[in-house]
């Protein structure tokens, strides 16, 4: 079983920025895709940015241009950079990597916008 552990989350202000990492306890980002999901209070878990195994990367909409999804391969981690943070970004933020016959989730990082 592959552990992913986030982490980079905490409390900013509006317009501020944060660098999340997602750790694998094991070499698995550049065999399968990778994504970020979020959670807000009372919302359902929602998509934000894939990187595929070849390094393409994809995002919801309402971060395209703020958000950039990367990937370190000798450091077994994925990055989220989050730049003009919105109040509507606040959420708990996870990873996952899904292959044949498994999902792996983290326990997830909050990330609280607030001025």
């Known amino acids: 079983q592959v552990q992913l552990v986030e982490s980079g989350g905490g409390l900013v202000q509006p317009g501020e920025s944060l660098l999340l990492s997602c750790a694998a306890s094991?070499?698995?980002?550049?065999?399968?895709?990778t994504s970020w999901y979020r959670q807000a209070p009372g919302k359902q878990r929602e998509w934000v940015a894939t990187?595929?195994?070849?390094?393409?990367?994809n995002y919801i909409k309402f971060v395209k241009g703020r958000f950039t999804v990367s990937r370190d391969n000798a450091k077994n981690t994925v990055y989220l950079q989050m730049n003009s943070l919105e109040p509507e970004d606040t959420a708990v933020y996870y990873c996952?990597?899904?292959?044949?016959?498994?999902?792996?989730w983290g326990q997830g990082t909050q990330v609280t916008v607030s001025s």
């Open positions: 996952n990597v899904v292959g044949p016959g498994f999902s792996y």
């Open positions: 094991e070499r698995i980002f550049s065999l399968y895709g």
């Open positions: 990187i595929t195994s070849s390094g393409t990367t």
